[in-house]
């Protein structure tokens, strides 16, 4: 870097101002990095900034995503419920902001239109949405694997006269502010059925005149099991902030759940029964991530559970015909992400609310007045497209992102992200993505993985200044390895006969379609234990020059 037309206007550039990308900027600074953090939106948030839907919610517990208060950055905060609302997580993600004091190194309203890297000097050159060009020697990548939303493609669509919107962009007012839709006296349809529509359903059969549910594929869906959090539950939660910590970090997903240590193939229907029972009440996800150990890979202990919340769904929808639509029969229970439903399925048993089988009659086309299926035409005044992401690689996908000799990142991943430790690829050196493909922190709570994440990217970062280092590229023989590993570890697990959004289906020459996972699911603790070994091995594995 001694070379003056070397030196880049930044040390890094980090996209996107969500809960993870606040904290890189933040530590970069820290670590006395000259840094610039890209967001879209007009302020910080991500997730909650731009998923403002009616009933948005989290379903991790509020104190154990809530990685800003347990770091002591803002360990004064309140929560108010075991499961934050987005509103109340918006209002935490921004008083972390200015506790860091970080919005002065953000350009909002901003994107990345193009990324592209010169061998010649090892310098990322960003070109943003107005125009303006910055350089960088790090480029990173924190845009979340659920940002890029998806529009079904339905003939018609653009021809509907009334309200539409998809979930994760709610309608605002001229200042920018989401408006409060009113439902009432109003026929509203709502195409989706993931965490999203499962979500916002109970709430708009509230006040909507009809509600039309178009159901391409039901889900597994769990109670919630909300409730306040009361000052003195809060302050022991708040003096438990250093254990709850270490203990997120010993489990698999960063929730608070360990799992049963016995085989649900092992043990009597009785003691079955009572485990389940018990973790259909608990609030959270118990069910899913702290019941037997080979709930995820023995297909006969799994129906034990699927079962289970089969007949639980029959007890709760009055309506035989409906209930078994609302059972699933295509994947594994917990196969696909679970949703943490309040009310859901009692929503069933209300006059104005009407499951139409989309699998069975499927949707032809929207028309100026609603949405037609094969079996009639639906009038309708709002349509809701709760259709989910283009998971994961879709947020890169939209940046024109080039490495090493002009190659596309999305050529370079047409067949799968191909990385080591889900954060560099070969040909794109300096170039991290934090929560992002085949990375440990994407299948996981992402409030406490991707800041983990970002400190260990940190060290990397002054590991390197330190040294005069100013390349970084994984190996070939790391990345292929890493590669095998991530799919390896897939595919031994049920998560590989569901087409849930950490899957790329890719079909192949014989017409066989092949599921591709983009993340890993081998555990937070293996991953970090990994990522530890990688860089007290002077970053074995990469490639730094
Ligand atoms: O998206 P999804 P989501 N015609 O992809 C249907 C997180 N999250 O926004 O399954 C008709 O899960 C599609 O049908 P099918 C969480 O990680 C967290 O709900 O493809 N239907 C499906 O029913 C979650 O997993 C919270 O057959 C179409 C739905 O749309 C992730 O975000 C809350 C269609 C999409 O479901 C994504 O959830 C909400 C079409 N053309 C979300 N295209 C928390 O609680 C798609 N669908 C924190």
């Known amino acids: 870097m001694s070379d003056e037309k070397n030196v880049p206007q930044y040390d890094a550039?980090?996209?996107?101002?969500?809960?993870?990308?606040i904290y890189q900027v933040h530590l970069l600074e820290e670590a006395g990095h000259t840094v610039l953090g890209i967001e879209a939106g007009d302020d910080v948030g991500g997730t909650w900034y731009w998923n403002r839907y009616p009933g948005c919610r989290l379903d991790t517990e509020s104190y154990a995503y809530g990685y800003f208060a347990m770091k002591g950055i803002i360990p004064e905060w309140n929560w108010e419920e075991r499961f934050a609302s987005q509103p109340e997580v918006l209002r935490y993600v921004n008083r972390a902001a200015d506790a860091m004091d970080v919005r002065r190194l953000f350009r909002f309203k901003t994107t990345v239109v193009a990324a592209h890297y010169s061998d010649a000097d090892g310098i990322w050159s960003i070109t943003l949405s107005g125009g303006e060009v910055v350089t960088c020697r790090f480029?990173?990548?924190a845009t979340g694997p659920l940002s890029?939303?998806?529009?079904?493609d339905i003939a018609g669509i653009e021809t509907y006269q009334g309200e539409s919107f998809h979930s994760s962009r709610w309608p605002t007012d001229s200042e920018g502010h989401p408006v409060n839709v009113d439902f009432s006296g109003k026929k509203v349809g709502v195409i989706g059925t993931g965490a999203t529509g499962v979500q916002i359903i109970p709430i708009a059969a509230e006040t909507a005149a009809e509600l039309f549910v178009f159901q391409r594929t039901p889900n597994w869906c769990t109670p919630l099991g909300n409730e306040k959090i009361s000052d003195r539950e809060m302050d022991l939660l708040r003096n438990s902030y250093p254990t709850t910590l270490e203990y997120v970090k010993s489990t698999d997903t960063a929730f608070p759940y360990h799992r049963d240590p016995r085989k649900g193939t092992d043990v009597s229907a009785e003691e079955r029964q009572a485990l389940f029972a018990k973790l259909y009440d608990q609030p959270?996800?118990?069910?899913?991530?702290?019941g037997f150990r080979d709930l995820l890979v023995s297909a006969e202990s799994n129906k034990y559970l699927a079962?289970?919340?089969?007949?639980k769904i029959r007890q709760r929808v009055k309506d035989p015909v409906t209930a078994e639509k609302l059972i699933p029969t295509d994947h594994p229970f917990g196969s696909k992400r679970v949703p943490m439903e309040t009310n859901y399925y009692e929503t069933y048993n209300k006059d104005n609310v009407h499951l139409v089988d989309i699998r069975e009659a499927p949707i032809q086309e929207i028309t100026p007045r609603g949405i037609r299926?094969?079996?009639g035409e639906y009038d309708l005044d709002v349509i809701i497209f709760a259709t989910g992401f283009n998971a994961v690689t879709g947020a890169l996908d939209r940046i024109d992102i080039r490495g090493k000799n002009g190659l596309p990142l999305k050529e370079a991943w047409a067949d799968g992200p191909v990385t080591f430790l889900g954060l560099q690829s070969k040909g794109f050196p300096n170039f991290f993505t934090l929560v992002g493909p085949h990375n440990g922190s994407t299948f996981c709570n992402v409030g406490v993985c991707g800041a983990l994440q970002g400190e260990w990217v940190t060290r990397m970062i002054s590991y390197m200044k330190a040294?005069?280092?100013t390349r970084s590229e994984p190996s070939e023989k790391a990345q292929d390895s890493w590669t095998e590993e991530v799919y390896r570890d897939f595919s031994r697990t049920l998560l590989a006969e569901a087409?849930?959004?950490?899957?790329?289906?890719?079909?192949?020459p014989d017409g066989s379609i092949e599921r591709r996972s983009l993340v890993h699911v081998g555990g937070g603790p293996a991953y970090r234990q990994r990522s530890e070994q990688v860089a007290y091995h002077d970053y074995n594995g990469f490639e730094l020059s």
């Open 13 to 21: 550039v980090v996209v996107g101002g969500g809960i993870t990308g």
């Open 139 to 141: 480029f990173i990548s």
């Open 148 to 152: 890029a939303t998806r529009m079904p």
């Open 284 to 290: 959270g996800y118990g069910i899913w991530l702290s």
């Open 307 to 311: 079962d289970f919340v089969a007949d």
């Open 373 to 375: 299926t094969s079996d």
């Open 467 to 469: 040294r005069g280092l």
């Open 499 to 508: 087409n849930a959004w950490w899957v790329k289906v890719v079909e192949k």
